[in-house]
C-alpha cells in the first residue's frame, strides 16, 4: 500500500532535549511537508522541501530543523530551542506538477509529542 | 495577501440535519479549491476538490461548488450522520508555488 508512515504516534522527551520525528513517504511524491497543529488550531507549515538536499522554512520554522537527504524521507528534529514543543506535529507529501489541482496533499497519521 | 476564512466552530448539529459550513478565499490568479477531513487523533484526507470556477467536487454525500463570483467554496451535505464528527478543513493551491494556504477549521458534531 501506499502512503506515509510517522513515527512515533505518540512520543515523550525532557525539557532540554532535542527529538526526531521520522516521516517515510513511498508514493514517490517530490515535496514534503510539516505542520504542527495545536488543539483547536489550525495547521501551521514548519518546513517544506520539494527536491532532496533542498529545503525551505515555513511560518514557524525556529527551534526545528529537517533533513531531506532522500526523496522518501523528511525527517524532523525538534530543538530544546523550541520553547513550547508540546503539539500534534503531521507530515505531508504531494506532487509537484504545473497544475495546481495536482498539488494534493498526502498525509501521514501525526506524531503526538509531549513535553515533559 | 491570499488567504482562507472559514466559519467558526463548533457546529453541532443532530443527526440527518442539512450541513453547510462556508468557506471564502482571497487569492490572485485562479486557484484550485479543497476540503480535508480529520477524525480524532488522525491526519488529515483529502474530502474534494475543485479545480475551476462552477467545478462540483463531491464524495461521500458531500458536495461544494467553486464559486468565483463570490468567491466561495462552502461545503454542504443532505443528511449527517455521527460518524461525520470531525474538524474540516478549507484550503487553496495557486500555481505560484505548491503549496496549501489553509483555513482554521472546523469542528462539527453530530447528536444522535
Known amino acids: 500500500d501506499g502512503g506515509i508512515t510517522q513515527s512515533p504516534k505518540y512520543l515523550f522527551r525532557k525539557e532540554g532535549q532535542n527529538v526526531t520525528l521520522s516521516c517515510e513517504q513511498n508514493?514517490?511524491?517530490?515535496?514534503m511537508y510539516w505542520y504542527r497543529q495545536d488543539p483547536g488550531q489550525g495547521l501551521r507549515l514548519i518546513y517544506y522541501s520539494q527536491i532532496v538536499n533542498d529545503f525551505q522554512k515555513g511560518d514557524i520554522a525556529e527551534g526545528y530543523s529537517v533533513s531531506r537527504e532522500k526523496k522518501e524521507s523528511f525527517p524532523l528534529t525538534v530543538t530544546s530551542a523550541q520553547k513550547n514543543p508540546t503539539a500534534f506535529y503531521l507530515c505531508?507529501?504531494?506532487?509537484?506538477?504545473?497544475?495546481?489541482?495536482?498539488?494534493?496533499?498526502?498525509f501521514g497519521p501525526g506524531t503526538r509529542l509531549t513535553v515533559l | 495577501g491570499d488567504s482562507v476564512t472559514q466559519m467558526e466552530g463548533p457546529v453541532t448539529l443532530s443527526e440527518e440535519a442539512f450541513l453547510t459550513i462556508n468557506c471564502t478565499y482571497t487569492?490572485?490568479?485562479?486557484?484550485?479549491l479543497f476540503w480535508y477531513v480529520q477524525y480524532p487523533g488522525e491526519g488529515l484526507q483529502l474530502l474534494l476538490k475543485?479545480?475551476?470556477a462552477d467545478d462540483k467536487g463531491s464524495n461521500k454525500g458531500f458536495e461544494a461548488t467553486y464559486r468565483k463570483e463570490t468567491t466561495s467554496f462552502h461545503l454542504e451535505k443532505g443528511s449527517v450522520q455521527v460518524s461525520d464528527s470531525a474538524v474540516y478543513f478549507c484550503?487553496?493551491?495557486?500555481?505560484?508555488?505548491?503549496?496549501?494556504?489553509w483555513g482554521a477549521g472546523t469542528k462539527l458534531i453530530i447528536k444522535p
Open positions: 505531508a507529501s504531494s506532487m509537484i506538477t504545473g497544475a495546481p489541482s495536482h498539488n494534493e496533499q498526502f
Open positions: 484550503a487553496l493551491s495557486l500555481d505560484s508555488n505548491y503549496q496549501l494556504i
Open positions: 508514493l514517490n511524491h517530490d515535496a
Open positions: 475543485a479545480t475551476k
Open positions: 487569492a490572485t490568479g485562479y486557484p484550485s
